[in-house]
């Protein structure tokens, strides 16, 4: 067989001679497109990734479950060439390379790097970089579980800022910022400074810290501080007018206008997936420091990153830093309005009147603590509504298939991201409407003559009350006797069938009967 009929799959087996071509263009999304054209050649590999375009499963019988969650593109695109052929994860010199250079332009980093290991990878990375054997580390409490376990490892000696409490009627904890730069004042002082400082600067219950004041007042204490900042919940709040001031990397710029030989050097890390559209894993290293930095910070990815890298993951980091270019704004706009709107309606629609929101417009509002609220983030309490916020969760995933994955006590967090749309958003609505008219707050029922609710004590599970029977001190004194032995008191409405039904109404009835 010659290698021209081995080949014949298509116009891409056989290329043109570079003379032919031209000069390329340069490409928005250089890696992406890369992975894609070695997506469309039919290679075959005697290396690794046997699943790759389906070939070890062409005639088994998971194929169509495997194409079912994966589908064919996705199976192509993910390769395991490096090197020569596509790039090198490690020393990139291609495509890869000129994808983190963008990147690096976009987000204002001296040198940016795409990892498919996630965050906590990232954060291991940064830390590896910038401390040193028997360093001295200020770390914020309130990190990531993967910043504890890191600097863990290392052998520096951590001292951790406390945190605090939001307030009284909100449960968002944080670091409690002013003592933490008294600290590291105070060990400048003495002369003995913290030679890196880890921050926890977007929190994922929707707290933000003034970083602007914070890396202003280090820089202005001990210049040579060494700091990372994990930005895992903000990566897409660089494309916002009104988010990016607050973000690490431009208050870095900042610093670096009025002082263009700045010697503080900053590792940032981004979570990719969970604000832009990159795939699960995605995540940004971003360095501002000298090449000696950049150098060890490669080092330390060599060391702590998978040797095989998600082409498809990496690929997805190119195109989402393109997306929020050209596309963030308008999408964070969107988000901002529609987590206005769903705050509004909790507040003013009756029909929400068992919700309460918590934290913006009225708690993080004292500029002294050094944080503010993160506006794409609504905390509302549904503790009126007489059920737990783990069975809230429950309900809107298996009913309504919404999911929610924060709770906070009697509060759960709504993360109105930017692949959250206005249906998306009135679905939300009419489920917390529905919601409200299924469970009703027994408290609130008790304060009634009489009862249109079904008032439940589970166990046994038998009905207190029925609808338009009176209520006696006698019932509310055996409620609360359920309640002191470990009963769960449920409240139900149910219109009553004489009653034409108005389109909610008759919505209410199928959640009930459901």
């Not at 009284?168 to 600290?183: E, W």
Request: hydrophobic share 40%; aromatic share 6%; proline share 7%.
């Amino acid at each position: 067989m010659t290698p021209a009929s081995s080949t014949a799959l298509g116009p891409e087996a056989v290329p043109q001679a570079a003379s032919e071509l031209g000069p390329p263009e340069p490409s928005a999304t250089p890696l992406a497109d890369a992975v894609l054209r070695v997506a469309r050649r039919d290679i075959a590999s005697f290396h690794a990734l046997p699943l790759s375009h389906g070939r070890s499963i062409l005639n088994s019988r998971t194929k169509a479950v495997y194409e079912a969650l994966f589908g064919q593109a996705q199976l192509a695109a993910d390769v395991s060439y490096s090197g020569t052929m596509l790039d090198s994860f490690f020393r990139p010199h291609g495509p890869l390379r000129e994808a983190q250079r963008l990147a690096a332009r976009t987000f204002g980093a001296d040198t940016t790097l795409f990892l498919s290991a996630g965050t906590s990878t990232a954060n291991r990375v940064a830390l590896a970089a910038l401390t040193r054997p028997g360093g001295r580390v200020l770390a914020d409490r309130s990190c990531h579980q993967s910043v504890h376990f890191a600097l863990g490892s290392l052998t520096v000696d951590v001292e951790y800022a406390p945190m605090r409490r939001c307030c009284d009627t909100c449960p968002r904890t944080f670091a409690d910022l002013p003592l933490l730069l008294r600290s590291f004042a105070e060990a400048a002082a003495e002369g003995r400074p913290f030679d890196t400082v880890v921050l926890s600067a977007v929190s994922y219950d929707g707290v933000r810290y003034d970083l602007p004041t914070l890396l202003g007042e280090m820089s202005r204490i001990h210049p040579t501080v060494n700091v990372l900042v994990d930005e895992a919940w903000g990566a897409i709040h660089r494309f916002h007018p009104h988010l990016r001031p607050l973000t690490a990397l431009a208050a870095v710029e900042q610093l670096r206008a009025e002082n263009p030989s700045l010697p503080m050097t900053v590792a940032v890390t981004h979570s990719a997936h969970k604000s832009m559209s990159a795939l699960r894993q995605g995540s940004y290293l971003h360095l501002v420091g000298d090449r000696e930095a950049q150098e060890r910070t490669a080092q330390a990815l060599f060391q702590h990153h998978t040797t095989s890298p998600s082409f498809p993951v990496l690929a997805s980091l190119d195109l989402a830093r393109l997306q929020a270019e050209h596309e963030g704004e308008a999408l964070l706009d969107r988000s901002l309005m529609l987590a206005r709107t769903l705050r509004t309606e909790i507040a003013t629609d009756p029909r929400l009147s068992a919700y309460r929101t918590l934290g913006p417009e009225g708690h993080l509002t004292d500029p002294a603590m050094l944080v503010s609220d993160d506006p794409t983030r609504v905390l509302v309490d549904i503790r009126a509504l007489g059920i737990t916020a783990a069975d809230f969760r429950r309900i809107l995933f298996d009913e309504y298939a919404l999911y929610v994955a924060r709770e906070s006590g009697g509060a759960v967090l709504f993360h109105v991201h930017i692949g959250v749309d206005e249906g998306t958003l009135l679905r939300l609505l009419e489920a917390l409407r529905v919601i409200q008219r299924t469970y009703r707050t027994t408290s609130a029922a008790l304060h009634e003559d009489s009862a249109d609710h079904f008032i439940i004590a589970y166990p046994p599970g038998i009905p207190i009350t029925v609808p338009g029977e009176k209520l006696c001190d006698a019932t509310r004194a055996e409620i609360r006797a359920l309640r002191a032995s470990g009963s769960e008191i449920y409240t139900l409405y149910q219109p009553q069938p004489a009653a034409a039904p108005a389109p909610e109404t008759a919505s209410a009835t199928t959640a009930a009967s459901e």
